[in-house]
């Protein structure tokens, strides 16, 4: 079964920088999307970025500028490199692969 594990998350300040990863379990090359998703108190899950098999990228407009997603097939990873963090950005971050999801990593950041 394949399985999708988050870590980097943690507390930063305002202006600071995470780069958050995604490790799965089997070969990421066979999905064709793959994606970071977040979700704050109160809030629905919502998309912040994708990635296709062919390096596509597609952002939230609330990241686009700050953040940057990337794969590297060859580890069978996804990253999230998040510079310029605001405090909104704090939420669970979550790596999609199809119907698969992770654990979540929490972001916090303090103003």
């Known amino acids: 079964q394949v399985q999708l594990v988050e870590s980097g998350g943690g507390l930063v300040q305002s202006g600071g920088s995470l780069r958050l990863s995604c490790a799965v379990s089997?070969?990421?090359?066979?999905?064709?999307?793959m994606g970071w998703y977040r979700q704050a108190p109160g809030n629905s899950r919502e998309l912040v970025a994708t990635i296709t098999s062919g390096g596509s990228t597609n952002y939230a407009d609330s990241v686009k500028g700050r953040f940057t997603i990337s794969r590297d097939n060859g580890k069978n990873t996804i990253y999230l490199q998040m510079n310029s963090l605001k405090p909104e950005d704090t939420a669970v971050y979550y790596c999609r692969a199809t119907t698969l999801w992770g654990q979540g990593t929490q972001v916090t950041v303090s103003s």
């Open positions: 089997g070969r990421i090359s066979g999905f064709y999307v």
